[in-house]
């Protein structure tokens, strides 16, 4: 199949999604498809756009400016690239309705990959100011735009693809959990003396209420001189413990220094805030790759086929007080599993090679039920 990826993002940024779609489309080569990636970059960083290592293979597109009536008909030349790759199929990343993507996908069978409850996440977002209720309203009024008009979803939980404001359109849809080539990072935990306290890291980026840092910052006040904290994405703001780190952005190579330190990764702690329970993200799953065992407070689709979870899991209730309620059993857990090392065979769970086979498999159907509806 000749696959044309579109997403709206800063492709030069060194973040999980950009990771994402780049372990996606190897993999899909890997497979015999030929792929092109069609990016809209939302604004100009040219803080990231000197990183040549994050732009991938990429088709750019680059807005003149940020106003909305540009953002909505999209760069002049984007549809005709598309149309002249000929694609068979068409892969959209969601976001909110746009005229260009409307277009597109009336011309070309496109199958959509939902990655949280749009609608519970944009509300959250909304609290913050009258411009993202407005995007609220507008995300309410025009998404089924996109759903009506989409030829498959692809949901990376079971959850989301059973939501009620997506199982209302009808469409045929499959739960696909993010990957991660465990491969491509090294064992990168180390030993360290007895007597030393466990160190706990948390990757994440700002504005995001649902990763939970304030549940950090809490438990880090309650836990000087047991455990210390490491915060790589953001930066601090106001007073902190003396046992918290921040380190703001940091490259691949600057943060695996920082992860050499770590004993425990954190996940996400506040999901229960965008309305939801179940979650795959992709911070998690290089923790694990990089040997450390994890902490999080939702149900992760990777361990879905397990009778058990691993003794190197601790999951908390996904509710408000879900840390506040276990500071002692976080702290015992981490004393625990602060000299496991998670080898490569017991992390297999979350490796890409086997999940994108199957994304792979039900874009494939897609695209050959539209050919036999033609």
Same mark, same amino acid.
């Given at each position: ?11 030069? %940024?060194?973040? !999980?999604?950009?990771? =994402?779609?780049?372990?996606?489309? =190897? ?5 015999? &498809?030929t ?38 008909? !999209? ?6 690239s ?6 068979? $199929? ?18 070309i ?31 309410l009024?025009?998404?089924? @735009?996109?759903?009506?008009?989409? %030829? ?41 003396q007895?007597?030393?306290?466990? &160190?706990? /890291? ?22 000087? !001189?047991?455990?210390?904290? &490491?915060? $790589? !994405? ?6 902190? %413990? ?21 004993? /425990? ?6 999901? &229960? ?13 290089? @923790?694990?790759? @990089?040997?450390?065992?994890? $902490?999080?407070?939702?149900?992760? %689709? ?28 976080i ?9 496991k090392?998670?080898? =490569? ?21 897609i ?8």
């Amino acid at each position: 199949m000749k696959i044309a990826y579109l997403l709206t993002w800063d492709i030069y %940024s060194n973040d !999980g999604v950009t990771k =994402k779609v780049n372990q996606q489309v =190897k993999e899909w080569r890997n497979l015999g &498809h030929t792929i092109e990636i069609f990016c809209v970059l939302p604004k100009n960083n040219q803080q990231n756009k000197q990183n040549e290592k994050c732009k991938l293979n990429s088709n750019i597109y680059e807005l003149l400016n940020n106003t909305i009536f540009l953002k909505f008909i !999209g760069p002049g030349n984007l549809i005709k690239s598309i149309l002249d790759f000929q694609p068979d $199929i068409m892969y959209l990343r969601f976001e909110t309705f746009k005229l260009y993507i409307y277009k597109l996908i009336n011309i070309i069978p496109t199958v959509v990959e939902i990655n949280t409850n749009d609608i519970a996440e944009i509300r959250l977002v909304a609290q913050r100011n009258c411009k993202y209720k407005i995007n609220y309203y507008y995300n309410l009024l025009t998404r089924g @735009y996109l759903f009506r008009n989409v %030829s498959g979803i692809v949901g990376v939980t079971s959850e989301l693809i059973h939501l009620a404001s997506i199982e209302k359109y009808e469409k045929p849809a499959i739960d696909v959990p993010n990957g991660i080539d465990t491969l491509k990072f090294p064992l990168l935990k180390q030993l360290r003396q007895s007597n030393e306290i466990p &160190h706990l /890291v948390f990757m994440g980026t700002p504005g995001q209420s649902w990763h939970g840092v304030d549940k950090i910052l809490y438990l880090a006040k309650k836990t000087i !001189g047991k455990l210390e904290f &490491h915060i $790589i !994405g953001l930066e601090e703001k106001g007073r902190k %413990s003396e046992n918290v780190t921040f380190y703001g952005y940091l490259s691949k190579d600057e943060y695996e220094k920082v992860l050499k330190k770590a004993d /425990v990764g954190i996940g996400t702690l506040a999901l &229960h805030r965008n309305k939801m329970n179940e979650a795959c993200p992709l911070k998690v799953r290089e @923790y694990l790759s @990089y040997g450390l065992p994890i $902490i999080i407070g939702y149900k992760d %689709s990777a361990f879905n086929s397990l009778k058990m979870l691993p003794e190197w899991v601790l999951q908390l209730s996904n509710c408000e007080n879900n840390v506040k309620d276990s500071v002692d059993k976080i702290v015992e857990f981490a004393k625990q599993v602060k000299d496991k090392i998670i080898d =490569k065979n017991e992390c297999s769970i979350i490796d890409i090679k086997s999940t994108e086979k199957r994304r792979i498999e039900f874009i494939m159907q897609i695209w050959q039920r539209g050919m036999l509806n033609k």
